[in-house]
């Protein structure tokens, strides 16, 4: 039992690792940020049905019910996906991340709200520390800021995210949890089709092995093991401990884009990350 659990966590850890590569790739990929998306959730939607037809996992909605469910979450997921590339593309990579991975406190603060768990008090402290870590992170308050647009667009994909996870929990176990990505991005992709005619690609050739890894490593591979750890996790746990993405994000950054967070940037993202650290271990007593 021991074993099963360590190899859970050991799987959660990878799709942290994995996804975390988001970062450097939404900031690197010289796309339109719509027309990147596509491409990630269509790439990421073939890889898919391709792995469950050589698994043999049914692909089949169980009941006509759960297709509102999975309509909506996947208009999350997509909604999460573009404005979270927008805040990579207005800021950098550390604060696009660091402002998205508001998610935890904001899924806990919500989870009461689709689950039977009982509201804390304590989150609503943590929430406020969240704040403070985002007012440290924006340089200045002016809505002409494109940093400040790029937090904004974080917390917002930070919204987005928290939400599509909690409406995917009662979801997790009835379906596969490669099924259900598979599911969400060919969603997004048919949504997004219009992009493709109204704007310019005219440098997609060059873009081509970056937009595999994105759709292949990224998301096929890192949030369908992020999915199914749900079955073994709560959503809040599970997001917590993929706290560790931002950081392996700004490592990925310091490497391959050379980008140096600012000392508001270490100190607005610790106080985000320390919030993560708290609820983690509230949530181990509890």
């Given at each position: 039992?021991?074993?099963?659990?360590?190899?859970?966590?050991?799987?959660?850890?990878?799709?942290?690792?994995?996804?975390?590569?988001?970062?450097?790739?939404?900031?690197?990929?010289?796309?339109?940020?719509?027309?990147?998306?596509?491409?990630?959730?269509?790439?990421?939607?073939?890889?898919?049905?391709?792995?469950?037809?050589?698994?043999?996992?049914?692909?089949?909605?169980?009941?006509?019910?759960?297709?509102?469910?999975?309509?909506?979450?996947?208009?999350?997921?997509?909604?999460?996906?573009?404005?979270?590339?927008?805040?990579?593309?207005?800021?950098?990579?550390?604060?696009?991340?660091?402002?998205?991975?508001?998610?935890?406190?904001?899924?806990?603060?919500?989870?009461?709200?689709?689950?039977?768990?009982?509201?804390?008090?304590?989150?609503?402290?943590?929430?406020?520390?969240?704040?403070?870590?985002?007012?440290?992170?924006?340089?200045?308050?002016?809505?002409?800021?494109?940093?400040?647009?790029?937090?904004?667009?974080?917390?917002?994909?930070?919204?987005?995210?928290?939400?599509?996870?909690?409406?995917?929990?009662?979801?997790?176990?009835?379906?596969?949890?490669?099924?259900?990505?598979?599911?969400?991005?060919?969603?997004?992709?048919?949504?997004?089709?219009?992009?493709?005619?109204?704007?310019?690609?005219?440098?997609?050739?060059?873009?081509?092995?970056?937009l595999l890894i994105l759709g292949?490593?990224?998301?096929?591979?890192?949030?369908?093991?992020?999915?199914?750890?749900?079955?073994?996790?709560?959503?809040?746990?599970?997001?917590?401990?993929?706290?560790?993405?931002?950081?392996?994000?700004?490592?990925?950054?310091?490497?391959?884009?050379?980008?140096?967070?600012?000392?508001?940037?270490?100190?607005?993202?610790?106080?985000?990350l320390g919030t993560v650290i708290?609820?983690?271990?509230?949530?181990?007593?509890?």
């Amino acid at each position: 039992m021991k074993n099963q659990h360590n190899n859970h966590l050991l799987l959660l850890g990878l799709a942290t690792i994995l996804i975390s590569t988001s970062g450097t790739l939404g900031k690197f990929i010289d796309l339109p940020t719509p027309v990147t998306i596509w491409f990630r959730s269509a790439l990421a939607a073939i890889f898919l049905f391709v792995f469950c037809r050589i698994r043999k996992l049914s692909i089949k909605i169980h009941s006509k019910k759960d297709i509102p469910t999975l309509l909506i979450s996947s208009l999350l997921l997509g909604g999460h996906w573009v404005t979270y590339f927008y805040a990579l593309k207005l800021s950098n990579v550390a604060i696009g991340m660091l402002s998205m991975f508001t998610f935890p406190v904001i899924t806990a603060l919500l989870e009461p709200f689709f689950t039977k768990s009982k509201f804390n008090p304590t989150h609503i402290i943590l929430a406020l520390v969240v704040l403070l870590g985002i007012y440290i992170l924006a340089p200045e308050f002016n809505f002409e800021s494109d940093h400040l647009k790029g937090i904004l667009f974080g917390v917002f994909s930070a919204f987005c995210y928290a939400i599509r996870n909690l409406i995917l929990k009662r979801h997790v176990d009835n379906y596969n949890g490669t099924v259900i990505m598979m599911m969400q991005s060919l969603i997004v992709s048919i949504i997004l089709i219009p992009v493709l005619f109204k704007m310019d690609i005219s440098n997609l050739q060059t873009q081509i092995p970056y937009l595999l890894i994105l759709g292949l490593v990224t998301t096929a591979i890192g949030h369908s093991l992020f999915i199914t750890s749900l079955k073994y996790f709560s959503v809040s746990t599970a997001s917590i401990i993929g706290s560790a993405q931002p950081i392996c994000g700004i490592i990925i950054a310091f490497i391959f884009l050379n980008e140096i967070p600012t000392i508001n940037t270490f100190i607005g993202g610790a106080l985000i990350l320390g919030t993560v650290i708290i609820e983690s271990i509230r949530s181990k007593k509890s």
